[in-house]
């Protein structure tokens, strides 16, 4: 079972009143070929050991185009009466693009036959090869049932992912016993990728990162009124790729991406890039570094000749002016590059 689709996505709900100094050219190399993407998605059924199995099908009529069309209601699921161990439908989407997947929205059916259940429980994994995997989300790591009613809309969060994937996998469990039936419902990885990316977009024209999904990450302070975006726990700044400098904790990811891109990730981590203003925290930058030259927030206040060519500023929040003579710098003999170490 094969279904393909060409996906792209034209970004039309950006407010260009924050990037009116931003040029043509500079947003064209920001957004590049914007959302667009390349997806197809595969099914089997499977027994629990793995091994494809042929006595279960979709139910008459149905194919599985449904779980990725909102509000369509979904797709049923009958097997044979000697069916016991062909009870799970593994889908898989392959990308072109890899990109790293933080949530995930995953609907209940909508049928009123109570014959057809939910599925009893659904793994996530993603892989780069397809040969190997790694799990993102399994119902068994959470308590109680994933739906409570029909027609439920929920966000599985991946809070633990932080590598990008080509491939994603998710297995779908019947429940054991008589009847041998099962309803799945919307499948929303497309529209998971689509909030995702135009996330990061918005984060790299704007620098106002929007998260695309809820989360219930506390605040670190009780707060009277609803807070403008959704908070995360500051980082822990204990795992080998980081390191805390005073009230700075430094990250190193070792994603290949450019300037724009690098920055958007940092966005949509809840983080930003890095300053550097003494040289301890040049020392944490090159202990957490991943490569030889690693991104950092320094930026040029000018990209052509004028009055503000060789003046430079830390893009952070707020902004950091670099004075010289005043303010910690460790540039290249050839003051085009910024030496991390």
């Known amino acids: 079972?094969?279904?393909?689709?060409?996906?792209?996505?034209?970004?039309?709900?950006?407010?260009?009143?924050?990037?009116?100094?931003?040029?043509?050219?500079?947003?064209?190399?920001?957004?590049?070929?914007?959302?667009?993407?390349?997806?197809?998605?595969?099914?089997?059924?499977?027994?629990?050991?793995?091994?494809?199995?042929?006595?279960?099908?979709?139910?008459?009529?149905?194919?599985?185009?449904?779980?990725?069309?909102?509000?369509?209601?979904?797709?049923?699921?009958?097997?044979?009466?000697?069916?016991?161990?062909?009870?799970?439908?593994?889908?898989?989407?392959?990308?072109?693009?890899?990109?790293?997947?933080?949530?995930?929205?995953?609907?209940?059916?909508?049928?009123?036959?109570?014959?057809?259940?939910?599925?009893?429980?659904?793994?996530?994994?993603?892989?780069?090869?397809?040969?190997?995997?790694?799990?993102?989300?399994?119902?068994?790591d959470h308590e109680g049932a994933l739906f409570e009613s029909r027609n439920q809309l929920k966000e599985l969060l991946f809070d633990n992912n932080n590598a990008s994937f080509r491939h994603y996998r998710i297995n779908f469990e019947m429940h054991p016993g008589s009847p041998q039936k099962m309803q799945v419902g919307h499948y929303g990885i497309v529209q998971s990728y689509t909030k995702q990316c135009v996330s990061h977009l918005h984060a790299a024209l704007t620098n106002n990162y929007i998260l695309p999904y809820n989360t219930p990450s506390p605040t670190l302070a009780p707060t009277f009124a609803p807070t403008a975006n959704p908070t995360r726990p500051p980082p822990s700044c204990t795992g080998s790729n980081q390191k805390r400098v005073n009230n700075k904790c430094f990250i190193g990811y070792p994603d290949h991406k450019n300037w724009h891109g690098a920055k958007a990730h940092c966005a949509s981590q809840g983080l930003q890039f890095a300053s550097i203003e003494n040289q301890n925290e040049q020392?944490?930058?090159?202990?957490?570094?991943?490569?030889?030259?690693?991104?950092?927030?320094?930026?040029?206040?000018?990209?052509?000749?004028?009055?503000?060519?060789?003046?430079?500023?830390?893009?952070?929040?707020?902004?950091?002016?670099?004075?010289?003579?005043?303010?910690?710098?460790?540039?290249?003999?050839?003051?085009?590059?910024?030496?991390?170490?």
């Not at 279904?3 to 920001?30: H, P």
């Not at 002016?321 to 170490?341: A, F, M």
């Open 283 to 341: 020392n944490a930058v090159h202990s957490v570094g991943t490569c030889n030259y690693p991104w950092i927030g320094l930026k040029s206040k000018a990209t052509t000749d004028g009055p503000n060519v060789g003046t430079w500023f830390w893009d952070v929040n707020p902004p950091i002016d670099i004075t010289p003579g005043k303010s910690y710098e460790n540039w290249e003999s050839n003051q085009q590059r910024y030496k991390v170490w």
């Open 1 to 140: 079972m094969n279904l393909s689709i060409v996906f792209k996505i034209f970004v039309t709900s950006i407010s260009y009143k924050s990037i009116v100094s931003t040029s043509a050219s500079s947003i064209q190399e920001v957004v590049g070929d914007g959302c667009k993407n390349d997806i197809d998605f595969t099914a089997t059924f499977t027994k629990d050991n793995g091994d494809v199995c042929d006595t279960c099908a979709f139910c008459k009529g149905q194919n599985l185009n449904s779980i990725f069309i909102p509000k369509s209601g979904g797709i049923c699921i009958e097997c044979s009466e000697a069916s016991t161990s062909c009870r799970n439908l593994k889908v898989t989407t392959n990308f072109k693009t890899p990109f790293n997947m933080k949530f995930l929205y995953m609907s209940s059916g909508v049928m009123s036959d109570m014959s057809y259940r939910d599925p009893r429980s659904i793994v996530v994994e993603g892989s780069t090869d397809l040969s190997s995997w790694s799990e993102l989300y399994s119902t068994t």
